[in-house]
């Protein structure tokens, strides 16, 4: 057995996200197309006799007042209770990406605890009753469990991962300072009654997972219904938008709930140097390259 285990927590960028409904409980149903960026944080698990959890890093305070609520420690003990056997763990963050982004965050340093205690403890989980715990614990969690680019549909929890992708693509990413809650996104976004727009989209999203898989340069515009809850609502976002705009970018969007955005910059323009023009402005500023499905980050 192992005593230790480390796992990065990578990053997402939602390519395509579609509302297609709401249900009765409140979630909003999803058709989303996402891939993994080769930036995180990072979780480490050892064993011990007492649980504990240390966090550390540049955005270490953003989650320094959630205590018990820490999305690391609510993994863990929903682990240690599915998986009989298994014990104790010391765990450690290191939180490297700004917090309430729509880039991932705490959903995916929960999957990095399951993954990392899975792989501490070696009590395989059926992965039916991985998928379970993950969901439980939010909607982008078990995404994070998987390999990498996937369509998720359902509140996002149901994860169809694609095929690897030929070549990997860079974006760059711009977190404004401001922090916008998923809650509060799809609290604000109505879904607009029109029909004929749904099939549209449909069509979209098959062509761009073609082309994700293919890692041809994109032709397709990437699509977000919620961006403009964000957009409409705060000053912040709608302001680096516009100066990835006019910096060069391709095509800029937000991801996810928000606030993060992210860039493909213009063919003639190298990733990094939309990223120093960036820099000038805002200080959370990030070069990341997509992962192809099957091949996990690691660092
Ligand atoms: O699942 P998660 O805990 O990340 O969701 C946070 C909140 O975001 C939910 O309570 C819900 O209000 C909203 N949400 C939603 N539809 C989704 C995902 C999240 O309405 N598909």
Redesign the pocket.
Known sequence: MITAAGVLAPAKVNLFLH?VG??AD?????DSLVVFADIGDRVEASLSDIPSLVVGGPEANAVADLGDDNLVLRAARLYIDAASGAGAAALSLDKQLPTASGIGGG?SDAAATLRGLLALWGRRLPHARLSALA?S?????PFFLGPGSALAT????IVTPLPPARHSFQVVLVVPEVRV???????H?VIPKSRLTGWKRVVNLLQLRSEVIAGTKFKLKFFNDLEGVVLSRVPAVREALHALRVSGAAQAQMSG?GAALFALPAPSLPPKDLASRMRCRFSQVYVARSVRAGSRPCR
């Open positions: 509302v709401r249900r409140g979630y909003h149903l999803l959903s969901a614990l939010g909607s982008d969690v359902g509140r996002g929890e809650s998923t809650a509060w996104t799809y609290a976004y709930s």
